[in-house]
């Protein structure tokens, strides 16, 4: 097999907003300047804002959501940029809601509701290993007691 044929060639993938690969509708209606994406002018009344593409949407709209509105767009594209922000607006909250009751489900969980716990057949038997009391210890440890681990005398088993 040639490697003509046997490598693919991969497309270097654009960022969603840099310049040519724009899908955002505000685009259409202004042009970044001095190839700064958050300074846009308005195709129809030449401000120069910052705030990016965002921004321009509600000078468009006329919202007055941090921007003067533009007095010089036609009322079609005023109208079109209102309903797309509003149906953004809709989906956020929409998103926002259910991140709420996400998290209202989780606080409605109560440290005394009874939880039903499972064993797979491949777990240890703790009562088992646990039999005799006084070697706790070295089942634990895989070891024998030796007795040396006298805590009254501080020494923990170490020599001094």
């Known amino acids: 097999m040639s490697s003509s044929t046997s490598t693919s060639r991969k497309k270097a993938r654009k960022a969603k907003n840099a310049a040519g690969n724009r899908t955002d509708p505000g685009w259409e209606h202004g042009f970044e ?30 919202t007055r959501s941090n921007v003067e509105p533009c007095l ?4 079609e594209v005023k109208l079109n940029f209102r309903q797309l922000l509003e149906a953004n607006a809709q989906k956020s909250n929409e998103k926002r809601k259910k991140i709420n009751d996400i998290g209202e489900e989780e ?4 440290d005394d509701d ?6 797979d057949s491949n777990e240890i038997d703790l009562d088992h290993i646990l039999d005799d009391g006084d070697e706790m210890g070295a089942a634990a440890t895989g070891g024998t007691s030796t007795g040396s681990d006298n805590v009254e005398d501080g020494s923990f088993g170490y020599d001094d």
Request: some cysteine.
């Open 107 to 110: 606080e409605n969980y109560d």
């Open 114 to 119: 009874e939880v039903e716990v499972t064993f």
């Open 33 to 62: 300047v001095d190839g700064d994406p958050t300074k846009v002018k308005c195709k129809y009344c030449g401000v120069v804002r910052g705030g990016g593409i965002y921004r321009h949407k509600h000078h468009l709209a006329g």
């Open 72 to 75: 010089q767009v036609p009322d």
